[in-house]
């Protein structure tokens, strides 16, 4: 996991749940308070077979998976990347898919949104290697109800005067 905050911890759970060794990768540098180890950016690109980024997009994360990182990654590694598009580089990405330096990736963000024609990330036809979900993999249709579900319980709530779900 990158990006150890409320949503990786989250997924690192569910992982670890399901069996999973869970490591993770801090570009602050802070240790969490988690019962999963913390690795230095290199180990943690050696010994990963999946890769779940969920961090900010600042100047630690800027770029952070590109040619060097997949140069360092298993060949059989899946890289997903459901935090900031810019954290990976599309043409590294590309490149290391098309040359066998990891075996896939999955995307529900890219480095420039909407992906644009020339984006070498188009160039790959192989669904196994290659799944892209621009900003739309949260919308199940389990999501979508529970998301209604709020709104409605909000607005009911907002008639009768009654606070709910407020930021104080």
Same mark, same amino acid.
């Given at each position: 996991?990158?990006? !150890?905050?409320?949503? $990786? @911890?989250?997924?690192? @759970?569910?992982?670890?749940? /399901? ?43 800027? *770029?952070?998976?590109?040619?060097? +990182? ?8 899946? !890289?997903? *990347?459901?935090?900031? $598009?810019?954290?990976? *580089? ?5 490149? %290391? ?5 990891? +075996? %896939? ?6 480095? @420039? ?5 020339? *984006?070498?990330? !188009?160039?790959? @036809?192989?669904?196994?290697? !290659? ?25 009911? +709530? /907002? ?10």
């Amino acid at each position: 996991i990158v990006g !150890l905050g409320t949503i $990786g @911890k989250g997924v690192a @759970k569910i992982a670890s749940d /399901f069996g999973c060794k869970v490591i993770y990768y801090s570009a602050s540098g802070k240790t969490q308070d988690v019962p999963y180890e913390r690795e230095a950016f290199d180990e943690f690109l050696k010994k990963s077979d999946i890769i779940s980024i969920h961090a900010p997009l600042n100047d630690k994360t800027n *770029n952070l998976f590109n040619k060097e +990182a997949f140069d360092k990654m298993k060949t059989s590694a899946v !890289l997903l *990347n459901l935090g900031r $598009g810019p954290i990976v *580089n599309d043409a590294d990405l590309t490149e %290391a898919l098309e040359q066998g330096k990891i +075996a %896939a990736a999955g995307l529900d963000v890219l480095g @420039k949104e909407p992906i644009e024609k020339d *984006n070498p990330l !188009l160039r790959i @036809k192989d669904s196994t290697k !290659l799944v892209i979900t621009p900003h739309v993999a949260w919308g199940t249709v389990e999501a979508r109800t529970r998301l209604m579900d709020e709104v409605y319980e909000n607005i009911a +709530a /907002f008639t009768k005067g009654e606070a709910r779900n407020a930021v104080v």
